[in-house]
């Protein structure tokens, strides 16, 4: 198993902003997760795993025969080299990859075959003691660490069947069954943790499982290369020492491209956070409202199944939709009869000035600049300020106009009493195909019907804008 904690999204070369947003707040909560004590099912989960897996290892000291001549300065050094390599981390999003076939294989077919389990199990919790002593690891993350070492087993019983001797390019079949045991072992196992912990989509557990297997399948063949005329030239397995040490060199330019980055994006949110307070000092009535439409923002975009890389933007968005308003004078703004022609052409402005706001600081907040002068857009192309119709408006900004316009109706003004949610849900149906997305009103009309959802406090909306969970995690996917 490369992947040690399987990496699902993998910013490339030229990543996307809102993609590197999602990265951020994925490796962000993963490492306060690592540092964290497990959540009860976590300990149940992950610790009835671990002592599975100890029983198992034992069995297998036990019952399976060496039938190998084995030089125990070999087997140190490969430990040493496998509890480096579980240290050379790729993160991606919630997730590390890591090049372990480097040295696994060599262990598989080199060290003693029954002690293999046992030494695998035992050198990556040697490789967390670092990280559990600097404490960006938890001590119980120790458990979920050994839980997680299934995969070195179904491999180890193959070869005892077909293959126990010392290694051969003749027997070169036999570890390919071996090898594909471990991709059948580690499929099996991230099936029964997404069933019982994870709540992994099978959808993304699969290309999380390929992308996994297919770094396996790169690194694999290159450790039995190695480990074949390491038989009677053990120095050979030095070959492995540059490759760790080049894969380090990646990892290390890796992190610090990324944190570079990702402090960038944490100016943005810094960013939004004081344009929010600015919209909040002037205009406390705007503030509020847009905090709702946060909330009823992000329902809507859970049932619309909006992907996480777009959710950066429709959250800033849905915050910042009405900053231009600071623009707007307090006695049209807060007008407490309808506005005149003239007004009104005035209060229309309030999407472009917003815009041209966003636009100042550019960057992510200048494409967010894009979706806030876009929402107030009608799907039938009466809207301001472009005309926009159909899905020619960004649907960031459909989904921010419906939830707005919805909290401005339940909500009391000075001219008019809050509607209820019936006759606010009875408007929105009527406007749906003419100031509506019709996908996004039945949508809509599904989260106010079927959810209960409350109002925000400042706090819990400056975390979401943070990028910080504001409900306690779930379950800790396999990066334990």
């Known amino acids: 198993m490369c992947i040690s904690a399987r990496a699902h999204r993998s910013p490339g070369e030229g990543p ?6 999602l990265a951020e707040r994925l490796v962000g909560e993963a490492r306060r997760r690592r540092s964290r004590g497990m959540v009860p099912r976590e300990k149940r989960v992950l610790g009835a795993s671990a002592g599975l897996f100890v029983i198992a290892a034992a069995a ?10 084995v030089d125990v300065l070999v087997v140190l050094g490969l430990i040493a080299g496998y509890a480096l390599i579980e240290r050379v981390r790729f993160e991606f999003g919630g997730y590390y990859g890591t090049a372990e076939q480097l040295v696994l294989v060599p262990i598989v077919l080199l060290a003693p075959l029954p002690a293999v389990p ?3 199990g035992a050198t990556n919790l040697l490789a967390m003691l670092p990280d559990i002593l600097e404490g960006r690891w938890h001590r119980e993350r120790l458990t979920g660490k050994l839980a997680d070492c299934w995969y070195c087993v179904p491999p180890v019983l193959v070869l005892a069947a077909l293959a126990p001797g010392e290694p051969s390019f003749a027997e070169s079949w036999a570890y390919l069954a071996a090898f ?6 580690d499929v099996g196992w991230s099936l029964v943790r997404a069933y019982l912990l994870d709540e992994m989509p099978l959808r993304e557990l699969a290309a999380s499982w390929l992308g996994s297997a297919r770094v396996d399948a790169t690194f694999a063949p290159i450790g039995l290369i190695i480990s074949v005329p390491a038989v009677d030239y053990p120095l050979v397995l030095l070959v492995i020492a540059p490759l760790i040490w080049l894969l380090r060199t990646f990892s290390k330019d890796r992190e ?4 570079k980055t990702l402090e960038l994006h944490r100016a943005y949110r810094g960013t939004v956070m004081l344009l929010s307070d600015v919209v909040e000092f002037d205009d406390n009535y705007t503030a509020q409202h847009s905090r709702l439409v946060v909330e ?15 959710r950066q933007e429709l959250e800033f968005a849905a915050m910042l939709h009405d900053v231009g308003k600071i623009t707007i004078p307090k006695e049209i703004l807060n007008k407490p009869t309808a506005l005149t022609a003239s007004e009104f052409e005035v209060m229309k402005t309030h999407t472009i000035e917003g815009q041209f706001m966003l636009d100042r600081v ?11 002068r876009s929402c107030h857009e009608r799907w039938d192309g009466t809207g301001y300020p472009d ?3 159909g899905e020619d408006i960004p649907l960031a900004a459909r989904i921010v106009f419906a939830c707005d316009a919805y909290q401005a109706m339940t909500s009391d003004r000075a001219y008019r009493p809050a509607l209820s949610k019936a006759e606010a849900l009875e408007e929105l149906t009527a406007n749906s195909g003419s100031q509506f997305d019709p996908g996004v009103v039945a949508a809509l009309t599904k989260v106010v019907q079927e959810r209960e959802l409350a109002s925000p406090a400042v706090d819990e909306v400056r975390a979401l804008l943070a990028g910080k969970p504001t409900q306690p995690d779930v379950a800790a996917r396999p990066s334990s």
């Open 362 to 372: 550019g960057g992510l907040l200048g494409r967010v600049g894009e979706i806030v």
């Open 180 to 185: 594909a045991a471990q991709l059948v072992g």
């Open 387 to 389: 005309g926009l119709a």
């Open 16 to 21: 996307t902003i809102s993609v590197m947003l």
């Open 296 to 310: 009823l923002v992000n329902a809507v975009a859970d049932e619309l199944r909006i992907d996480l890389g777009s």
């Open 118 to 120: 046992a030494i695998i």
């Open 256 to 259: 610090e491209r990324y944190a």
């Open 60 to 69: 297998i000291a036990v019952y399976v025969p060496n039938e190998r001549d």
